[in-house]
């Protein structure tokens, strides 16, 4: 296989577009139709100052890696959720906030890039596992719990240190794979509100996902190709996860039907555009800033993360 | 013979099939896995030689 821009030896095939490049190509397209991307969708500007929700992982680091090398004003945020995981008192395996920290600080070291660290457990006086453990929101597992953290501290820091925009690395396996769950189950809210930008509203900081139209599997050779090294191991709550469920059966089909994913989410994203869901208006929520954290919520009195870390 | 590792999982498979065809005999789906060999990205055309050990790369990542 060989490169259609040079005809050396292809790195990556992808065959969703027809389209296989060697190593020096393909780290130039990536970014390429990244910024392709921020800009059909306006994301955001050369002038604005870019927060960048960073996990340690393959697509959040290579986000910041490609926003970097773009020119755009981009720091990042790592949460420290408390996240240990290993399977045994003798320590076996990976502490997995530990290393994911320990290798985002690495990343951003040796690329001089500002990044900022909270702690949960420092913040709130407990882990997410802790907090999940007490909390009716966390019975089972800690992936509601967690979710619900990290919005909020990524919402508080862009908010408090006057960052324009909040960007996360969801990639279109992401998106492919929460439209397919909000699709089964016709959940209409969820369908309105996922989108590659969410825009400010009093309170909510602008919110885009750069890596939204590009594969997890493109992702994935970006991070390598570069050597990027990010957190290899998953998150052991990760185990038995829905939504990867939902990318494993989505790969079966893009096996079969190459650009299905694609196709997918860029459908629903034009239909959306047309008009085919609910009209806002008519599943409009009012919000009142929160009395204890100030951010915006629909429930009355505190807001669902102020009322989760409470302790009764 | 060929080893394929894929985490703590290890195949074997004879030379001189292509990558692709390799990864259909030991039923992990080529869009699942990115292939390494020493270091290199190979694609699914590639021609997997005796002795050699291709390290596969799980592309979904929970976390």
């Known amino acids: ?312 | 013979m060929v080893k394929i590792i894929l985490r703590d999982k290890e195949y074997e498979v004879r030379p001189g099939m292509t990558l692709l065809s390799a990864l259909m005999k030991i039923d992990i789906l080529p869009e699942s896995v990115i292939a390494t060999r020493e270091g290199e990205l190979i694609e699914e055309d590639e021609i997997l030689r005796d002795g050699e050990t291709i390290k596969l790369v799980a592309v979904i990542s929970g976390g």
């Open chain 1, 1 to 312: 296989m060989k490169c259609r821009t040079c005809g050396r030896k292809a790195a990556v095939n992808m065959r969703q577009h027809k389209l296989a490049l060697c190593k020096e190509h393909y780290l130039e397209w990536v970014p390429a139709q990244v910024e392709r991307f921020i800009k059909k969708y306006r994301m955001f500007s050369r002038e604005e100052k870019i927060l960048v929700a960073v996990s340690g992982g393959k697509d959040s680091l290579s986000l910041w890696d490609i926003l970097h090398r773009l020119g755009y004003q981009a720091d990042g945020l790592y949460i420290c959720l408390g996240i240990d995981g290993r399977r045994s008192p003798l320590g076996e395996g990976v502490n997995y906030s530990a290393e994911s920290q320990r290798l985002t600080e690495k990343f951003a070291a040796e690329c001089g890039l500002k990044l900022n660290v909270v702690n949960v457990q420092q913040e709130y006086g407990e882990t997410i596992p802790e907090l999940a453990g007490r909390s009716q929101r966390g019975k089972g597992k800690p992936c509601s719990v967690c979710g619900l953290t990290k919005r909020h501290i990524m919402n508080r820091i862009a908010r408090d240190f006057g960052y324009d925009v909040l960007a996360t690395g969801h990639n279109l396996d992401d998106e492919a794979a929460v439209l397919f769950g909000n699709t089964l189950t016709w959940s209409g809210e969820y369908l309105l509100r996922q989108a590659p930008v969410l825009p400010a509203t009093p309170g909510l900081a602008r919110k885009v996902k750069p890596l939204c139209r590009l594969y997890e599997r493109e992702m994935l050779a970006y991070a390598l190709l570069r050597g990027i090294e990010y957190i290899y191991e998953e998150c052991p709550f990760a185990v038995g996860a829905t939504s990867i469920y939902y990318k494993e059966l989505l790969n079966k089909l893009e096996n079969e039907r190459p650009g299905a994913k694609l196709g997918f989410y860029l459908s629903f994203l034009e239909a959306r555009k047309k008009g085919l869901f609910a009209e806002p208006e008519a599943i409009q929520q009012e919000l009142h800033p929160c009395p204890d954290c100030g951010q915006p919520t629909s429930a009355p009195g505190l807001c669902s993360f102020c009322r989760m870390v409470k302790k009764d």
